[in-house]
């Protein structure tokens, strides 16, 4: 069955860098866009960023732009993403899913458990 | 900023028949939004409910169903049970790569 499952959050300092992943299974990983969403504890959704299928595109939500890098390796079926100069906002549980089309980037669909990513001092 | 808007919160009595709304603080949603919906009950990851404005999701009962009503996506529910007191999302697909989440709907059924 399709199958996301995130690793890599933990505790981080404010302004210190983090590397999620997200280890793909079940499904055809290099035909379908792939997202990143965050839940801060107690809030909503939020959108953080989007790869198409081949890598070739990468969109970020501004909250992310310049700090954040999405980016995945077809060939070991992997999503990752490099977040740098973290801040406390960027607190939350963050969720890697599939897009609901093949070939699009429109809508997360499939979703993994996610991985907690804490930033304290 | 375009932001995606929902009812904060609603209610419904077991049985009954709700429509949760998302819309945009400027403009009409339309299918080429690909309107989504998500359940998420508590601690747990989103289950996704419809995608693409109306298609449903493998193993989603059919008393869930998607729409375009007016300018706004719509996401009903008919003969609500217990289970569903969920919070509900829906995102819409602004073009050029970018997602938007709506703040979400918290339903309680009683």
């Known amino acids: 069955q399709v199958q996301l499952v995130e690793s890599g959050g933990g505790v981080v300092q404010p302004g210190r860098s983090l590397r999620l992943s997200c280890a793909a299974s079940?499904?055809?990983?290099?035909?379908?866009?792939m997202h990143w969403v965050r839940q801060a504890p107690g809030k909503g959704l939020e959108w953080v960023a989007v790869?198409?299928?081949?890598?070739?595109?990468?969109y970020y939500a501004d909250s992310v732009k310049g700090r954040f890098t999405i980016s995945r390796d077809n060939s070991k079926n992997t999503l990752s993403l490099q977040m740098n100069s973290l801040r406390a906002e960027d607190t939350a549980v963050y969720h890697c899913?599939?897009?609901?089309?093949?070939?699009?980037?429109?809508?997360?669909?499939?979703w993994g458990q996610g991985t907690l990513v804490t930033v304290s001092s | 900023q375009t932001v995606v808007t929902q009812e904060p919160s609603f209610s419904v009595s077991p049985g009954g028949t709700v429509t949760l709304t998302c819309g945009l603080s400027?403009?009409?949603?339309?299918?080429?939004?690909?309107p989504s919906w998500y359940q998420q009950a508590p601690g747990q990851a989103p289950r996704t409910l419809i995608y693409s404005t109306n298609t449903r999701s493998s193993g989603v009962p059919d008393r869930f169903s998607g729409s375009i009503l007016g300018n706004k996506a719509a996401l009903t529910i008919t003969g609500a049970q217990a289970d569903d007191e969920s919070d509900y999302y829906c995102v819409l697909y602004m073009g050029s790569g970018i997602c938007v989440f709506g703040g979400g709907t918290k339903l309680t059924v009683l």
């Open positions: 079940g499904f055809t990983f290099s035909s379908y866009g």
């Open positions: 790869v198409s299928y081949d890598g070739s595109k990468k």
């Open positions: 899913a599939r897009d609901s089309l093949m070939f699009r980037g429109v809508s997360p669909f499939v």
């Open positions: 400027s403009g009409s949603v339309s299918a080429s939004y690909f």
